[in-house]
């Protein structure tokens, strides 16, 4: 607890997260997004500005019937009234009155010069636009907090009247006054000195809402803190206009686990990596691999070194344990891999390799050629545990011999291409010749491939491919340049990923394929 009472965590996701290039929102996505924040036990949400958008106001309209929030509040944003108009006849502040929202997030001018120039009045009528848009809410039920708009530009440029723009929304009955790095450029020692004599001078409550354009989003909203500030804004996985807001979870585990203030209810930090990744899934941006605390590389070794280290105790290379925030340590084996980290990652595949030198010697140095020859196993699981496996075991895994393959793709008259593909092999003692058709030489292979090996094992009817990556590693040599191929398969349960190199893409592809398919057959039978 603090003088004002609990941390504000404040998610703005479903209003200035949208606001990312290429991010585009429905309301069924919000109210999708905002059960998942609640989950994480943010304290309020932001939920857009209502009137000012038909899809926000609808947002408004269904949360009060389809949502219920056991540890977050609904927050409207909207804007103080304009200038010459009462709050109470102002059309857009009845769309904050109407929401339903219990909270209401003004944003106001306290920058002098975007006063004159973007609301075109004075710096008293601003003044008396934050008063009395205050004051109506207040009057009307709602709890205000107030968004100081470009606050760290204006306070330098004007410190007495943007300390003014603070004191007069606290005075109107605010009660959170946020201090909004708009331009994202603040550093973090220069957030410090603000925040003191923000606190000094006015003994308002003051928040902190950064943008990340200097790299600093985090920082600051940290240095804010420190500093006295009790209410942080940001969103999750760093969504957001330009370079992105603060990354609301980076923040609160940052505060939670290094500075030891309790901000979320106590447990559901763990949370943080289901509902991060489940964001993602919804918003249709996929996950930053490199995201502190909840990225899939956030916790991955590779060099050998560290293996070797980790292996002794995790914590040599980790700066805590990946499972405080619902996450896991993931050995990645490359060329780079020694004998600690082959180890290490049979283990986690199942295999007990500590008592057998000769065999993990034997790995690792496959290992290393096949990477020297193109492969990659670090994002390539799959591929790597059937290598294993096959060093393991004496054999490959193998639920079909493939006798031939072929694809020949034909250009028609009208310009469309289509290409063919026939497979030959033998599966379950029966011999199997198919041709398959796609819009592409690797389609028509795959749908050759699991027509073929589906007539002998059904469960191939519910793997689906579902992402295909292909690059090309000798560039220099053009045309006959070596290809590697990723391919990404599911069972609709889980998913995994194989590899593939060959002369061009085509046999790469193949050969991805066929270990995408031996792959999910060995999941099923084992």
Request: hydrophobic share 40%; charged share 25%; aromatic share 6%.
């Amino acid at each position: 607890m603090d003088l004002h009472g609990a941390f504000h965590v404040y998610d703005t996701t479903l209003r200035d997260g949208a606001q990312q290039e290429g991010l585009n929102l429905s309301v069924a996505d919000k109210l999708s997004i905002a059960k998942q924040l609640d989950g994480l036990g943010v304290g309020y949400i932001e939920g857009g500005w209502p009137g000012a958008n038909p899809k926000d106001t609808e947002f408004f309209r269904r949360a009060g019937q389809e949502l219920d929030l056991r540890h977050a509040k609904l927050a409207a944003f909207g804007a103080t009234r304009r200038a010459g108009v009462r709050a109470a006849d102002d059309p857009m502040i009845a769309a904050l009155r109407d929401s339903g929202a219990s909270v209401v997030t003004l944003v106001a001018k306290s920058h002098d010069r975007h006063v004159e120039l973007a609301l075109r009045t004075t710096l008293e009528e601003n003044l008396a636009m934050v008063r009395d848009t205050v004051t109506h809410l207040r009057a009307e039920g709602q709890t205000v907090f107030l968004d100081a708009e470009h606050f760290f530009d204006g306070y330098r440029e004007n410190r007495a009247y943007a300390l003014e723009v603070l004191r007069t929304a606290a005075e109107a009955g605010a009660e959170v006054v946020a201090l909004c790095d708009t331009n994202g450029g603040m550093l973090p020692d220069w957030v410090s000195d603000v925040v003191l004599d923000v606190i000094e001078t006015t003994g308002a409550r003051v928040g902190i809402h950064a943008h990340n354009d200097s790299g600093c989003a985090v920082a600051n909203s940290l240095a804010a803190v420190a500093a006295g500030a009790t209410h942080v804004q940001g969103c999750i996985n760093g969504y957001g206009e330009r370079t992105g807001n603060a990354d609301l979870v980076t923040v609160v585990a940052n505060l939670e686990l290094k500075l030891d203030r309790t901000v979320l209810p106590q447990g559901l930090l763990r949370e943080a990596t289901r509902i991060a990744h489940a964001v993602a899934e919804v918003t249709n941006v996929p996950p930053a691999s490199r995201q502190p605390y909840v990225g899939t590389s956030a916790f991955a070794h590779k060099a050998g070194l560290h293996a070797s280290a980790i292996k002794v105790d995790p914590n040599l290379y980790q700066h805590l344990d990946p499972l405080v925030v619902g996450n896991d340590m993931r050995l990645l084996v490359s060329d780079m891999a020694g004998r600690a980290s082959i180890e290490l990652k049979g283990k986690e595949l199942g295999y007990d390799l500590s008592d057998d030198r000769e065999l993990v010697t034997r790995v690792t140095a496959r290992v290393k050629e096949m990477e020297q020859n193109g492969h990659t196993f670090e994002a390539a699981d799959a591929s790597f545990e059937l290598l294993l496996a096959e060093e393991v075991e004496g054999a490959r895994p193998s639920y079909f011999d493939v006798e031939s393959w072929r694809v020949i793709t034909e250009t028609r008259p009208d310009g469309e291409a289509i290409s063919e593909a026939t497979v030959k092999l033998r599966a379950e003692d029966v011999r199997y010749v198919v041709t398959g058709e796609g819009n592409g030489p690797v389609n028509a292979l795959d749908a050759a491939l699991r027509e073929a090996i589906g007539q002998a094992f059904p469960e191939v009817a519910k793997f689906e491919l579902i992402d295909y990556k292909v690059r090309i590693l000798d560039q220099g040599h053009g045309t006959d340049a070596i290809t590697r191929v990723l391919i990404e398969t599911t069972d609709g349960e889980s998913s995994w990923v194989t590899v593939g190199v060959g002369a061009n893409v085509i046999e790469a592809s193949w050969g991805a394929l066929v270990d995408g398919l031996t792959f999910g057959l060995r999941r099923q039978h084992r």
